[in-house]
């Protein structure tokens, strides 16, 4: 939950440079209306804000029910799935609100809207996929590589792009987005490695049950 809680802070940094935090946050409040509420940046954050007690909710129920099916890393194991849809959910629900581009944009030259950005945009695209490359190897033993997190990102960030371009969101589908989303969730697994390594290399240091004569 540190991690959510951090991504959340940053988040919050981010989208909050035009105002205070607090009357951005309490927006949707003064404003009833479900647009207001799903349909806005302040809006998602704010529901973020609420569904942490329900996240941490979640990582309890799974933990205690692994935890008595006898399942090693019960608690490892669900704050990293809870962590990785609390931490990536609402970055994806904000990147496919409606923008305010004429029609939907595709920019595919490397490094051009890169100049172009100001730093809180950089900043939340390095965040977008921040929780999943920190948590995914801790989780997924077949994820604990950088190359795979890199991997695995730009193809989530991929998606995306496309779902922005198809539902014409007046946004710029560009491809130095998913460089950055990608190099966000490439620094986050070097964040973790030193967990996901270890975990690693203590699964290679268990003894191997001996063959079974006849097989």
């Not at 919050?12 to 951005?24: D, K, M, N, S």
């Not at 799935?81 to 609100?97: D, K, R």
């Not at 695995?152 to 946004?171: F, K, N």
Request: aromatic share 8%; net charge positive; charged share 15%.
């Amino acid at each position: 939950m540190l991690v959510g809680l951090g991504i959340l802070a940053a988040a919050i940094a981010a989208f909050g440079l035009g105002g205070p935090v607090l009357r951005i946050l309490s927006m949707p409040l003064r404003r009833p209306g479900w647009n207001v509420w799903v349909g806005t940046f302040n809006g998602v954050v704010l529901i973020t804000v609420l569904a942490l007690p329900l996240a941490a909710l979640a990582v309890w129920a799974l933990a205690r029910r692994r935890s008595a099916a006898g399942v090693a890393q019960a608690w490892r194991m669900s704050l990293a799935e809870v962590g990785i849809v609390y931490g990536t959910v609402p970055w994806v629900w904000m990147i496919l609100l409606p923008g305010d581009e004429a029609g939907a944009v595709v920019s595919l030259v490397p490094l051009r809207d890169l100049l172009t950005m100001d730093t809180f945009q950089i900043v939340g695209n390095l965040l977008v996929f921040a929780a999943l490359g920190f948590l995914a190897p801790l989780r997924f033993a077949a994820l604990a590589s950088v190359p795979r997190i890199l991997a695995l990102a730009a193809g989530c960030s991929v998606l995306v792009e496309t779902a922005q371009y198809v539902l014409r969101l007046d946004r710029v589908s560009s491809v130095d987005d998913v460089l950055i989303n990608a190099a966000g969730a490439g620094l986050a697994a070097l964040a973790s490695r030193r967990w996901w390594r270890a975990t690693a290399t203590e699964l290679s240091d268990r003894p191997r049950p001996a063959p079974v004569p006849g097989r």
